[in-house]
């Protein structure tokens, strides 16, 4: 399967943004598509949103109205865009293929303050 990587993360206040990068080292994406998952500290990973090959998103009851996941074939590309953020939505952010899993990387950080 294509090699996904994620990057993006830091440190934002509550009410701030953060753009969040899956960049794919293939030429291509995974058929199924990609997913964007959470797992904030002793806490199971979570799912929060999903984009498909053909672009059909889904959200988290958590993140909706708040996140936008997209793609951008072009550049191998996913991005999960993050607004309105709040300490709650502090975890490592991982992306992975969707819906058939493979190994998991090392995510990136993201650490909202109150």
């Known amino acids: 399967q294509v090699q996904l990587v994620e990057s993006g993360g830091g440190l934002v206040q509550a009410g701030g943004s953060l753009r969040l990068s899956c960049a794919a080292s293939?030429?291509?994406?995974?058929?199924?598509?990609v997913g964007w998952h959470r797992q904030a500290p002793g806490k199971q990973r979570e799912l929060v949103a999903t984009?498909?090959?053909?672009?059909?998103?889904n959200y988290a009851d958590s993140v909706k109205g708040r996140f936008t996941i997209s793609r951008d074939n072009a550049k191998k590309t996913v991005y999960l865009q993050m607004n309105s953020l709040k300490p709650e939505d502090t975890a490592v952010y991982y992306c992975?293929?969707?819906?058939?899993?493979?190994?998991w990387g090392q995510g990136t950080q993201v650490t909202v303050s109150s």
């Open positions: 293939g030429s291509i994406f995974s058929i199924n598509g």
């Open positions: 984009i498909t090959s053909g672009g059909r998103t």
């Open positions: 992975n293929h969707f819906p058939l899993s493979a190994s």
